[in-house]
């Protein structure tokens, strides 16, 4: 059975760090391509971010509202993705799902991420 | 404002079929496969249709995809009250180099 475990959520302070974890299981991850996608209170799916596999060079692609700000990154030999997201605002404030693969197959349940003063 | 454009609710009988229509443009849409996602209330997004047209394993046959130059349409047919969902259409932005979601579609079984 996959498994997507998010967390790490929490409220924070507009200008503050953050950093999101998702352990995945039943499934290999080490050549599965990972996304973040979040969805703030009330609104629809925006994707942040994705990571491909080593095979696929491991590199990274991310959205114009958070380039600069959030990195991706992963530990395959924990089975982890990770978000790092720097310089927060409150337009950040959203649940941020983790995914996997190019079509979104499997999702995460979920880490809520407040920013507030 | 999404680059994908779904109409924001649709609703049928339980028992109709209903269409769910994803307008985009040749550097989505037109040139790219597109995925839908069910989301029902409460809950995470999950995976209905992939490239277009096919179902992950264990999604009824209720549910299709299909995709005419920059517009795709998602079809659920033998509509029941459990499908009561938001449903978004997505797709690669090769422009934009970014995966691109609809703005979503609140379906309503009456």
């Known amino acids: 059975e996959v498994r997507l475990v998010e967390s790490g959520g929490g409220l924070v302070r507009p200008g503050e760090s953050l950093r999101l974890s998702c352990a995945g299981s039943?499934?290999?991850?080490?050549?599965?391509?990972m996304n973040w996608v979040r969805q703030a209170p009330g609104k629809g799916l925006e994707w942040v971010g994705r990571?491909?596999?080593?095979?696929?060079?491991?590199?990274?692609d991310y959205a114009a509202s958070v380039k600069g700000r959030f990195t991706i990154s992963r530990d395959d030999s924990k089975g982890t993705l990770y978000l790092q997201m720097s310089g927060l605002k409150s337009e950040d404030t959203a649940m941020y799902y983790c995914?996997?693969?190019?079509?979104?197959?499997?999702w995460g349940q979920g880490t809520l991420v407040t920013v507030s003063s | 404002q999404s680059v994908l454009t779904q109409p924001p609710s649709v609703s049928a009988a339980p028992g109709q079929k209903v269409s769910i229509s994803c307008s985009g443009s040749?550097?989505?849409?037109?040139?790219?496969?597109v995925s839908w996602y069910q989301q029902l209330p409460g809950t995470a997004p999950k995976l209905l249709i992939y490239?277009?047209?096919k179902r992950p394993s264990g999604i009824p046959d209720r549910f299709s995809g299909s995709k005419s130059g920059t517009s795709a349409t998602l079809g659920i047919t033998g509509l029941q009250t459990g499908d009561e969902a938001d449903y978004y259409c997505?797709?690669?932005?090769?422009?934009?180099?970014?995966?691109?979601f609809g703005g979503g579609t609140k379906l309503t079984v009456l």
């Open positions: 995914s996997t693969s190019r079509h979104f197959w499997w």
């Open positions: 039943g499934f290999t991850f080490k050549t599965t391509w």
């Open positions: 990571i491909k596999d080593k095979s696929d060079g491991g590199t990274t």
């Open positions: 040749s550097s989505n849409i037109g040139n790219n496969y």
């Open positions: 490239e277009n047209n």
């Open positions: 997505g797709a690669w932005d090769s422009s934009l180099s970014a995966w691109v």
